[in-house]
């Protein structure tokens, strides 16, 4: 599950959601950030024996070397063509850039708005659903981000779309800031959020949104182990 990201020649967003072949069971888990996709994810991941992929950490990965490059993250042609050199890897539940261990780096604020407007780079997430698609050929994988079920792998077998509340995904989002020794007031991060949301959601190239056979979860009064719970009974179902 290492390959190198390449660069694309086809121009078209959609062009990958043309049929393909894979040979284990795909998990797709959809929704905004602060609905618990990543920790749901990389948990019902560990209860099935399956791999686990973090899209959105592939997209702040990209956020961050731009950042550190002086590249600004709405230079779609800079962008892009930096995104094409980069090596991207996964490793028990680690991101590295070229080598070096991001997982951290990339968790932070300035990355985490600049992710959003990376994300909005066609060129760029045709790159990255490439590589994404590749991680998904041969293996039983959990898959979590905003176009799993609709763009990446629109022919996987279980498809989720988490919710949430915005004053609960706000919080959630406090509450880890904090502990980080991080401060950012409810009425700033509501804002920032509320300015995500809407890139994420009108954004030209993959949308957020549930794809239409996904199961939406509304996880504002459930916690983690609740949701896994719901998430491990279908895809038994269907295994």
Same mark, same amino acid.
């Given at each position: 599950?290492?390959?190198?990201?390449?660069?694309?020649?086809?121009?078209?967003?959609?062009?990958?959601?043309?049929?393909?072949?894979?040979?284990?069971?795909?998990?797709?888990?959809?929704?905004?950030?602060?609905?618990?996709?990543?920790?749901?994810?990389?948990?019902?991941?560990?209860?099935?024996?399956?791999?686990?992929?973090?899209?959105?950490?592939?997209?702040? $990965?990209?956020?961050?070397?731009? %950042?550190?490059?002086?590249? #600004?993250?709405?230079?779609?042609? /800079?962008?892009? =063509? @930096?995104? &094409?050199?980069?090596?991207?890897?996964?490793?028990?539940?680690?991101?590295?850039?070229?080598?070096?261990?991001?997982?951290?780096?990339?968790?932070?604020?300035?990355?985490?708005?600049?992710?959003?407007?990376?994300?909005?780079?066609?060129?760029?997430?045709?790159?990255?659903?490439?590589?994404?698609?590749?991680?998904?050929?041969?293996?039983?994988?959990?898959?979590?981000?905003?176009?799993?079920?609709?763009?990446?792998?629109?022919? $996987?077998?279980?498809?989720?779309? %988490?919710?949430?509340?915005? #004053?609960?995904?706000?919080?959630? /989002?406090?509450? =880890? @800031?904090? &502990?980080?020794?991080?401060?950012?007031?409810?009425?700033?991060?509501?804002?920032?959020?509320?300015?995500?949301?809407?890139?994420?959601?009108?954004?030209?190239?993959?949308?957020?949104?549930?794809?239409?056979?996904?199961?939406?979860?509304?996880?504002?009064?459930?916690?983690?182990?609740?949701?896994?719970?719901?998430?491990?009974?279908?895809?038994?179902?269907?295994?």
């Amino acid at each position: 599950m290492n390959p190198r990201l390449l660069p694309l020649s086809r121009s078209l967003c959609y062009f990958f959601t043309l049929d393909r072949k894979f040979n284990g069971m795909i998990v797709t888990i959809d929704g905004p950030a602060g609905t618990g996709k990543s920790s749901v994810a990389r948990a019902l991941a560990e209860r099935l024996g399956f791999e686990f992929l973090n899209t959105g950490a592939m997209y702040r $990965a990209v956020a961050l070397a731009c %950042l550190e490059q002086d590249i #600004e993250p709405t230079d779609d042609h /800079r962008a892009a =063509e @930096l995104a &094409a050199t980069l090596v991207i890897r996964f490793q028990h539940n680690r991101i590295s850039l070229g080598g070096r261990d991001v997982s951290e780096e990339i968790r932070r604020d300035e990355v985490t708005q600049a992710a959003s407007l990376v994300a909005s780079n066609i060129t760029v997430r045709q790159q990255l659903v490439a590589l994404q698609r590749a991680c998904g050929d041969g293996v039983n994988l959990v898959t979590e981000g905003r176009d799993q079920g609709t763009v990446v792998f629109p022919e $996987a077998e279980c498809k989720f779309f %988490l919710t949430a509340a915005p #004053e609960e995904r706000a919080w959630r /989002r406090l509450r =880890e @800031l904090s &502990a980080d020794g991080r401060e950012l007031t409810m009425t700033e991060l509501l804002n920032q959020q509320a300015e995500r949301d809407r890139r994420d959601e009108t954004r030209t190239c993959a949308p957020l949104r549930p794809a239409e056979d996904a199961i939406v979860i509304d996880t504002s009064h459930l916690s983690l182990a609740d949701v896994v719970e719901q998430l491990t009974r279908h895809v038994q179902q269907h295994m």
